[in-house]
């Protein structure tokens, strides 16, 4: 039993990092409430009561690996260990530190912390999952071995890039040859198609403009940088490097999103 309650903490804290605070209590409710009914018909019942696609998948994630691995617990204990994972997230969620990050002229008095720097940083801590978005990729030698590494100690990697090929007039370099063979073949990679993209009048089409990385649901890089040599050393370019809070965990979830409804695609 004792092994079966420690598979119900892990899993309701996992649930916590995907789940807000507000909907973890009303999971934690909802097993509370239907802990009489035939598991088949409760399992519907909980999923019912939340409000989106995303939340009902994570916590039916959640039931099933109770159900398979840890069946002996009872719905009271799994309704305490969810509401004690909710708060102990949000309570993590509130400690946010932020960090502004630069490249460019520092005069004197000025200490920032340095583009690469920071996202070396955010790499470097991932322990379970890591996504990095970013239009412009090339001769980033640090960055690429901190991928690799990353994905060694068993970190999952979502690379998502503007484009794996050249579209014509708009880019010069492959993001897969830039970054080679090694990461690429460590890293989940995603696109967006540009038949995906929205269009003005004239037929241009948009562009994946975003730079950021995400380790853990938890630190979050965000700027004006590409991932380039320029960009770390001779551009000006402003960002923030966020620890904790919601905002990291957020944006993960998004990308997640766009993954799963097939705006962003697998190469």
Known sequence: MYHEHLQIGAAAAQLADHLPH???????????????MDRSAARQAILQSLPTPDFRDATADFLDHWHNHAANVGAEAVAVALVTAAKSEYDHRRE????????GPEPAETRFRHTEQAI???INTAETRLTVVSYAVYRIPRIREALVAAANRGVSIRLIVETPNRIDGQSEYDCLMALG????????????????????DNGKIGILHVKCA???????FLSSANFTEYAFTIN????????GGKLPGEVERHFERLIADGT???V
């Open 236 to 243: 000006m370019e402003l960002g923030l490097l966020v620890t």
């Open 264 to 266: 962003l695609v697998k």
């Open 22 to 36: 507000s909907v973890m209590i009303v999971v934690a409710s909802a097993v509370s409430l239907h802990r009489g």
């Open 120 to 122: 070396l940083e955010v």
């Open 96 to 103: 946010e530190t932020v960090e502004l990050v630069w490249t």
């Open 181 to 200: 063979n090694n990461v690429a073949s460590a890293c989940s990679v995603y696109y967006w198609p540009q038949e995906n993209r929205a269009k003005d």
């Open 214 to 220: 995400v380790a853990d649901g938890h630190r979050m």
